[in-house]
């Protein structure tokens, strides 16, 4: 068995900390925290909660079971001044503000998959300009947040892809969706 100690190492992180504890062996070779650890803690499943808010922080402690490793993972935006740290990276937020911005940058509007008798629209969708929307059912953005916040959807969305163009990617992740 291999004896394990605590000790601080030097990383600056993206919201500028420099001291992190990591768990080293005798030798000083870092071991990785335990699948205990990472599915309670949501620092330990990739850090969101580093620039998360006291209320991000609060629904992903309340939901942390049941989002996926993505979310828990990803940088939390609070408005749309803020911005990724590099290209590529996963962005969460559940700000309308910043989801009306980043779809009107792309030119999408609200959308939904429409139902037979007009009732509640079951899932959310973007409308992108010239990418085949035409059996999509248009919605207003009052409405889609309605159900965006009422389901307690998180948007998870990219600006940039790795290679520096604009991104369109995007996804709504729920704490309340059924294992498959």
Do not use: C
Not at 11 to 38: E, F, H, L, W
Not at 49 to 76: D, I, P, V
Not at 120 to 135: A, I, K, M, Q, S
């Amino acid at each position: 068995m291999v004896k394990t100690k605590e000790r601080k190492t030097s990383r600056k992180s993206s919201n500028g900390k420099m001291s992190v504890r990591a768990k080293t062996s005798r030798n000083g070779q870092a071991r990785s925290a335990s699948k205990k650890d990472s599915k309670t803690n949501p620092k330990r499943r990739g850090g969101a909660s580093n620039n998360a808010n006291a209320r991000e922080m609060k629904f992903l402690e309340r939901h942390k079971n049941n989002l996926s490793k993505t979310t828990l993972r990803a940088k939390w935006i609070h408005n749309p001044d803020e911005h990724e740290d590099r290209a590529g990276q996963t962005l969460a937020t559940r700000d309308h503000e910043v989801i009306r911005h980043w779809a009107e940058e792309r030119g999408a509007e609200p959308a939904t998959v429409p139902t037979k008798d007009g009732g509640e629209p079951r899932v959310l969708r973007l409308n992108f300009p010239d990418y085949g929307g035409r059996t999509l059912e248009m919605l207003d953005w009052d409405r889609w947040f309605e159900v965006f916040d009422r389901r307690k959807l998180v948007f998870l969305f990219q600006e940039r892809m790795k290679a520096g163009n604009q991104s369109n990617f995007f996804r709504l992740d729920s704490p309340e969706r059924e294992e498959g």
